[in-house]
């Protein structure tokens, strides 16, 4: 039906067209990666709270927002390759769009982590790296608002986009701080103790800090998108 609308005007009303509904799209995933970061902040709580089952079924709600979240990809990145080789942003949008999937990518990864740690025989994480992960993962989530203030303002109000993307960074940056703390308590933790949940749970703060890095990125290319109308 969108594509059918777009064809009708002109190629200026075309490509605006376009661009409205690649936007709605863009936070539709947003939303859908929100809720994803949602439920991996209640999984890691059923973590430590010793709720293997509740953790089990967390990671398969994680993994089917993932699956919705890669569909949804797949269909906007065909949309954007079919508008006219004039519109400018075409390339942007896409690697907005890539970027949020392998955002989604890195939390359901991050989630398989967690569900590991639930399914062995793993030393429990103690309670100072649990508050650091929490912390961690509520940080991550106010970018993915972040993100989706950024592209609701995108086109109208660059003063507000501007003031998002600099508390993006400023977020950012504290995800990076918690990252290097918990990489230090995690092996002097772990280190004598239990050298397969070390791993895991390395890897888990591993993805959960890619994802920070993403979302970084995606807010960079929103703001470079709002610099050049």
């Given at each position: 039906?969108?594509?059918?609308?777009?064809?009708?005007?002109?190629?200026?009303?075309?490509?605006?067209?376009?661009?409205?509904?690649?936007?709605?799209?863009?936070?539709?995933?947003?939303?859908?990666?929100?809720?994803?970061?949602?439920?991996?902040?209640?999984?890691?709580?059923?973590?430590?709270?010793?709720?293997?089952?509740?953790?089990?079924?967390?990671?398969?709600?994680?993994?089917?927002?993932?699956?919705?979240?890669?569909?949804?990809?797949?269909?906007?990145?065909?949309?954007?390759?079919?508008?006219?080789?004039?519109?400018?942003?075409?390339?942007?949008?896409?690697?907005?769009?890539?970027?949020?999937?392998?955002?989604?990518?890195?939390?359901?990864?991050?989630?398989?982590?967690?569900?590991?740690?639930?399914?062995?025989?793993?030393?429990?994480?103690?309670?100072?790296?649990?508050?650091?992960?929490?912390?961690?993962?509520?940080?991550?989530?106010?970018?993915?608002?972040?993100?989706?203030?950024?592209?609701?303002?995108?086109?109208?109000?660059?003063?507000?986009?501007?003031?998002?993307?600099?508390?993006?960074?400023?977020?950012?940056?504290?995800?990076?701080?918690?990252?290097?703390?918990?990489?230090?308590?995690?092996?002097?933790?772990?280190?004598?103790?239990?050298?397969?949940?070390?791993l895991l749970v390395k890897e888990l703060f591993d993805k959960i800090e890619e994802t920070a890095d993403?979302?970084?990125?995606?807010?960079?290319?929103?703001r470079y998108i709002s610099i050049s109308k």
């Amino acid at each position: 039906m969108a594509e059918e609308m777009i064809r009708m005007g002109s190629s200026g009303e075309q490509e605006s067209l376009a661009e409205t509904h690649i936007r709605e799209q863009l936070l539709t995933l947003i939303r859908s990666i929100e809720d994803e970061l949602r439920e991996l902040t209640l999984m890691i709580r059923d973590l430590d709270e010793g709720k293997n089952v509740a953790v089990e079924r967390r990671y398969t709600r994680i993994k089917s927002i993932k699956d919705s979240i890669e569909t949804m990809s797949v269909n906007l990145l065909e949309y954007i390759i079919r508008i006219s080789p004039t519109f400018t942003a075409k390339d942007v949008y896409m690697t907005i769009t890539q970027n949020l999937l392998r955002a989604a990518e890195h939390i359901e990864a991050a989630a398989y982590r967690n569900l590991l740690l639930s399914s062995g025989e793993f030393t429990r994480m103690p309670d100072n790296i649990f508050a650091v992960l929490d912390e961690t993962v509520k940080k991550v989530i106010n970018m993915v608002s972040l993100v989706n203030n950024m592209l609701t303002k995108l086109g109208g109000e660059e003063r507000l986009l501007r003031e998002a993307y600099i508390e993006l960074l400023k977020t950012e940056a504290s995800v990076d701080e918690y990252y290097r703390e918990a990489g230090i308590g995690v092996i002097k933790y772990y280190s004598s103790r239990d050298v397969g949940a070390l791993l895991l749970v390395k890897e888990l703060f591993d993805k959960i800090e890619e994802t920070a890095d993403i979302l970084n990125r995606v807010g960079t290319y929103i703001r470079y998108i709002s610099i050049s109308k």
